[in-house]
């Protein structure tokens, strides 16, 4: 067996998996049989005890074969996942699929994956072991190219479904002869063993002194990975000898001296057991609070929750190291650049902990520490929505969306905290409209308004919350309920902010049903009130969705010095997402007006912001009017190509210009122009192409990117052509008008020849006749000189 090293995290991370941080050790065995079972079955899972190594495996599998999936490998881990019902979202947000429909969510699954090929790898499914067997069941039923890599201690049990138990390192029988040390170390278990201890005590290596200890302790740990890795970090502290004796002596006084006959779960267990007793007291107290994360904390987290009864705040930052250099807490890297580290407890750990905290009688009010503190993050969150931490918020929230996801819901448990639910709900609005979250923030509201029915400001502000998604989804008949609601509230209650929000989202509903007339004076009236309430967001939204219906009416002064105001206003307050839905609402005006270069700089602008916020609604909005502004500049390859991805990408977000529905006639016109000039082959070829463009180079090809030799973007370049370099050459001379005798003698080769050439560059471009050759032609030399900017 060999030790190879991590796979590059760019291949990885591109592929929807996360990057190894630490070797893979062994296994060649069971990658190989793993692969050769995936390519047979369309559902195989992997099982064993906890700590054995199934999601390495899985994840080192996917890794190898990343490139036979075409629409790409997606992780989904289920360990932190409490109930089932929120299996099939959290399968949504691991593919990015964002949901803005009210349709079922296993339906927009199945929709979304119905003609992929897709790798999907549900990760820990035990506790949740039916309802991920009626998810792959369905999913199996209803597509033709996905395949499904599971892990859990037991089999899903549906037809169809292959096993393949992982079994424990491999380690040598104590009955065997004395192995040279050379092989010895290429026992897998050892070589696990060697690394980890590398990484406490860089110079260790397995020698004639240590080897039978090292060979003990991984026979004692069963060669189950995880106990191997809890046990070589001892070794800061303890010699080999040392670690083994006191091993043995902690498995005697569990096993009652019968190790042998010990389940490999209850090794582990010993093993964390044991750990655990090497903590310190107030380590083992921080150890059992910090399990009420559901998916990781910073140190400010264990600081506000953990703290107190035992331990000092002043304590925590300690006892956390103290844990990290235990390996009970690991360390996590976040490409989200924030500030302070984060921390995860290992599932099975975290398990260890839960029970801990049960036991000492303090798990409920360690719950009730974790809400407020979630809920105050949510609404500070709230505050910072306009101005220059806004996108930092964002970031943070989506971080740490299994915790707020933890905290709502014991709002909705304990009899006592529905309000706190309401609030920390309609709070976290931009978080289910900025991220992956729609849908469930949808839910989450209904669920809110349902638990707390009483008058007040913030029932008001979830009414008109959850009316903003549900125009989203286009549910305009419940968003016209709601508004009704919230602004008889704002009536009620004398306030003036329920009432701006209500005239706002109302005139949104009016845009959606095409009636500038009505959403224009309900547009002014929602400024007014922002206005007199000194509520700077609510007053850009409404500048925004005002020059807007401007547009649509054919107003060009208003809807232009109303987007040069809102700029201003954002500028003021530092602030960039509404500021790039701004200059995508003046990049349709000013396209409209004919200044194709301006309204392409705004568009561009815009999407920059957009992609980096992975906002896929506001991109979409952007794709769609570079599409119209290609399409006006005759360059039609490039527009189809881009309405292309714009399937791609509306069919994510379930919801086509959602929001914005009076722009679909602009997406009309460009189509059906764009169309006719290529023509119905060359037309759907190019969309096609689009379509199967990966969305990181979509969006590149869209902001007509390229990566330069030196690694950086550059403006202004091309995509390479599809066609050889023979090819290019022979579909000149046809651009030239020669024919195919001419370009044969041209040439020096069979006339034969250059008619399969010429066949060939037909196909590929999706062209029917020579003279849309000529045109394509055309276009790739002014791209070229620099008359217009094209992607193609």
Same mark, same amino acid.
């Given at each position: 067996?060999?030790?190879?090293?991590?796979?590059?995290?760019?291949?990885?991370?591109?592929?929807?998996?996360?990057?190894?941080?630490?070797?893979?050790?062994?296994?060649?065995?069971?990658?190989?049989?793993?692969?050769?079972?995936?390519?047979?079955?369309?559902?195989?899972?992997?099982?064993?005890?906890?700590?054995?190594?199934?999601?390495?495996?899985?994840?080192?599998?996917?890794?190898?074969?990343?490139?036979?999936?075409?629409?790409?490998?997606?992780?989904?881990?289920?360990?932190?996942?409490?109930?089932?019902?929120?299996?099939?979202?959290?399968?949504?947000?691991?593919?990015?699929?964002?949901?803005?429909?009210?349709?079922?969510?296993?339906?927009?699954?199945?929709?979304?994956?119905?003609?992929?090929?897709?790798?999907?790898?549900?990760?820990?499914?035990?506790?949740?072991?039916?309802?991920?067997?009626?998810?792959?069941?369905?999913?199996?039923?209803?597509?033709?190219?996905?395949?499904?890599?599971?892990?859990?201690?037991?089999?899903?049990?549906?037809?169809?479904?292959?096993?393949?138990?992982?079994?424990?390192?491999?380690?040598?029988?104590?009955?065997?002869?004395?192995?040279?040390?050379?092989?010895?170390?290429?026992?897998?278990?050892?070589?696990?063993?060697?690394?980890?201890?590398?990484?406490?005590?860089?110079?260790?290596?397995?020698?004639?002194?240590?080897?039978?200890?090292?060979?003990?302790?991984?026979?004692?740990?069963?060669?189950?990975?995880?106990?191997?890795?809890?046990?070589?970090?001892?070794?800061?502290?303890?010699?080999?000898?040392?670690?083994?004796?006191?091993?043995?002596?902690?498995?005697?006084?569990?096993?009652?001296?019968?190790?042998?006959?010990?389940?490999?779960?209850?090794?582990?267990?010993?093993?964390?057991?044991?750990?655990?007793?090497?903590?310190?007291?107030?380590?083992?107290?921080?150890?059992?609070?910090?399990?009420?994360?559901?998916?990781?904390?910073?140190?400010?987290?264990?600081?506000?929750?953990?703290?107190?009864?035992?331990?000092?705040?002043?304590?925590?930052?300690?006892?956390?190291?103290?844990?990290?250099?235990?390996?009970?807490?690991?360390?996590?890297?976040?490409?989200?650049?924030?500030?302070?580290?984060?921390?995860?407890?290992?599932?099975?750990?975290?398990?260890?902990?839960?029970?801990?905290?049960?036991?000492?009688?303090?798990?409920?009010?360690?719950?009730?520490?974790?809400?407020?503190?979630?809920?105050?993050?949510?609404?500070?969150?709230?505050?910072?929505?306009?101005?220059?931490?806004?996108?930092?918020?964002?970031?943070?929230?989506?971080?740490?969306?299994?915790?707020?996801?933890?905290?709502?819901?014991?709002?909705?448990?304990?009899?006592?905290?529905?309000?706190?639910?309401?609030?920390?709900?309609?709070?976290?609005?931009?978080?289910?409209?900025?991220?992956?979250?729609?849908?469930?923030?949808?839910?989450?509201?209904?669920?809110?308004?349902?638990?707390?029915?009483?008058?007040?400001?913030?029932?008001?502000?979830?009414?008109?919350?959850?009316?903003?998604?549900?125009?989203?989804?286009?549910?305009?008949? /419940? $968003?016209?309920?709601?508004?009704? +609601? %919230?602004? =008889? @509230?704002?009536?009620?209650? *004398?306030?003036?902010?329920? !009432? #701006?929000?209500?005239?706002?989202?109302?005139?949104?509903?009016?845009?959606?049903?095409?009636?500038?007339? /009505? $959403?224009?004076?309900?547009?002014? +009236? %929602?400024? =007014? @009130?922002?206005?007199?309430? *000194?509520?700077?967001?609510? !007053? #850009?939204?409404?500048?925004?969705?005002?020059?807007?219906?401007?547009?649509?009416?054919?107003?060009?002064?208003? $809807?232009?010095?109303?987007?040069?105001?809102?700029? =201003? @206003?954002?500028?003021?307050? *530092?602030?960039?997402?509404?500021? #790039?839905?701004?200059?995508?609402?003046?990049?349709?005006?000013?396209?409209?007006?004919?200044?194709?270069?301006? $309204?392409?700089?705004?568009?561009?602008?815009?999407?920059?912001?957009?992609?980096?916020?992975?906002?896929?609604?506001?991109?979409?909005?952007?794709?769609?009017?570079?599409?119209?502004?290609?399409?006006?500049?005759?360059?039609?390859?490039?527009?189809?190509?881009?309405?292309?991805?714009?399937?791609?990408?509306?069919?994510?977000?379930?919801?086509?210009?959602?929001?914005?529905?009076?722009?679909?006639?602009?997406?009309?016109?460009?189509?059906?122009?764009?169309?006719?000039?290529?023509?119905?082959?060359?037309?759907?070829?190019?969309?096609?192409?689009?379509?199967?463009?990966?969305?990181?180079?979509?969006?590149?090809?869209?902001?007509?990117?390229?990566?330069?030799?030196?690694?950086?973007?550059?403006?202004?370049?091309?995509?390479?052509?599809?066609?050889?370099?023979?090819?290019?050459?022979?579909?000149?001379?046809?651009?030239?008008?020669?024919?195919?005798?001419?370009?044969?003698?041209?040439?020096?080769?069979?006339?034969?020849?250059?008619?399969?050439?010429?066949?060939?560059?037909?196909?590929?471009?999706?062209?029917?006749?020579?003279?849309?050759?000529?045109?394509?032609?055309?276009?790739?030399?002014?791209?070229?000189?620099?008359?217009?900017?094209?992607?193609?």
């Amino acid at each position: 067996m060999s030790t190879t090293t991590p796979t590059d995290p760019k291949r990885r991370q591109a592929a929807g998996l996360p990057a190894e941080v630490t070797s893979f050790v062994g296994r060649r065995h069971e990658v190989a049989e793993t692969r050769r079972l995936l390519c047979e079955a369309r559902l195989l899972t992997l099982t064993g005890v906890g700590g054995v190594g199934k999601t390495r495996l899985a994840l080192r599998v996917a890794a190898e074969m990343g490139r036979a999936f075409r629409d790409g490998v997606w992780l989904v881990d289920l360990a932190g996942l409490p109930s089932p019902e929120l299996l099939v979202q959290s399968v949504t947000e691991a593919m990015k699929i964002q949901v803005h429909s009210s349709r079922p969510l296993m339906e927009v699954l199945t929709d979304h994956l119905r003609d992929r090929q897709v790798l999907l790898i549900l990760d820990n499914c035990e506790h949740l072991l039916r309802d991920c067997a009626v998810l792959a069941e369905t999913l199996i039923r209803s597509t033709s190219a996905v395949r499904i890599l599971a892990t859990s201690r037991q089999p899903l049990g549906i037809v169809g479904e292959q096993t393949m138990p992982v079994p424990t390192l491999s380690v040598p029988s104590p009955g065997i002869s004395r192995l040279p040390i050379g092989s010895l170390a290429q026992c897998d278990a050892i070589r696990l063993f060697v690394e980890r201890a590398r990484a406490v005590l860089p110079d260790f290596a397995l020698t004639e002194d240590n080897r039978d200890a090292v060979e003990w302790i991984c026979r004692r740990l069963d060669g189950i990975p995880l106990a191997i890795e809890l046990a070589a970090v001892r070794l800061r502290a303890l010699t080999v000898e040392q670690l083994l004796a006191r091993l043995d002596d902690r498995f005697r006084m569990l096993t009652a001296g019968s190790p042998a006959a010990l389940p490999r779960q209850q090794t582990l267990r010993a093993l964390i057991d044991w750990s655990h007793a090497l903590c310190t007291e107030r380590e083992r107290l921080l150890w059992a609070r910090v399990s009420v994360f559901s998916d990781g904390l910073d140190l400010e987290a264990a600081e506000e929750i953990c703290s107190g009864e035992g331990i000092d705040r002043e304590e925590v930052a300690e006892l956390v190291m103290g844990l990290v250099d235990k390996s009970i807490l690991v360390r996590d890297d976040h490409p989200s650049h924030l500030p302070a580290a984060r921390y995860r407890l290992l599932e099975t750990v975290r398990q260890y902990g839960q029970e801990r905290l049960v036991a000492s009688g303090q798990e409920s009010a360690l719950q009730q520490r974790h809400r407020d503190y979630y809920r105050k993050l949510a609404a500070e969150a709230y505050t910072q929505r306009f101005g220059p931490l806004q996108v930092a918020w964002f970031s943070r929230l989506r971080l740490e969306h299994a915790n707020l996801r933890s905290a709502l819901e014991y709002c909705f448990t304990e009899p006592t905290a529905p309000a706190a639910g309401l609030e920390m709900t309609a709070d976290l609005l931009y978080h289910w409209i900025t991220s992956y979250y729609l849908s469930e923030g949808r839910r989450w509201l209904d669920r809110a308004l349902l638990a707390d029915t009483a008058p007040s400001e913030v029932r008001a502000r979830a009414l008109w919350a959850n009316s903003w998604l549900a125009i989203i989804q286009a549910d305009i008949a /419940s $968003a016209t309920v709601m508004l009704r +609601e %919230a602004r =008889a @509230l704002g009536e009620q209650l *004398g306030q003036q902010a329920p !009432l #701006a929000y209500a005239a706002l989202y109302s005139g949104m509903v009016a845009m959606y049903r095409g009636d500038a007339e /009505s $959403a224009i004076p309900l547009y002014q +009236e %929602a400024i =007014a @009130l922002h206005r007199a309430t *000194g509520d700077p967001m609510g !007053l #850009a939204l409404g500048l925004i969705r005002l020059s807007l219906a401007y547009s649509f009416q054919g107003d060009s002064p208003h $809807a232009v010095s109303i987007g040069e105001d809102c700029l =201003a @206003l954002c500028d003021a307050h *530092g602030e960039n997402w509404h500021r #790039a839905y701004m200059m995508m609402a003046l990049g349709i005006e000013i396209w409209r007006q004919g200044d194709v270069r301006r $309204a392409t700089e705004l568009e561009k602008e815009s999407l920059r912001f957009n992609r980096s916020l992975d906002d896929l609604l506001g991109v979409g909005i952007n794709l769609e009017v570079l599409a119209w502004i290609a399409a006006t500049q005759n360059q039609y390859q490039r527009a189809a190509r881009l309405l292309g991805i714009l399937d791609t990408v509306w069919r994510a977000v379930e919801a086509p210009l959602s929001g914005y529905g009076h722009l679909i006639r602009y997406h009309d016109e460009c189509e059906a122009r764009t169309r006719e000039a290529l023509g119905e082959a060359a037309f759907d070829a190019a969309v096609r192409r689009g379509a199967a463009t990966p969305y990181a180079e979509a969006l590149s090809f869209a902001l007509e990117e390229r990566e330069s030799t030196a690694g950086k973007p550059s403006e202004g370049t091309r995509e390479p052509s599809p066609l050889t370099r023979r090819e290019t050459e022979i579909a000149r001379l046809v651009a030239q008008g020669l024919s195919n005798k001419d370009i044969a003698a041209s040439l020096v080769i069979a006339q034969r020849t250059a008619e399969g050439h010429i066949e060939h560059i037909l196909n590929k471009l999706g062209f029917h006749s020579r003279a849309q050759i000529a045109v394509w032609i055309g276009e790739q030399i002014r791209d070229v000189d620099g008359e217009h900017p094209s992607g193609t």
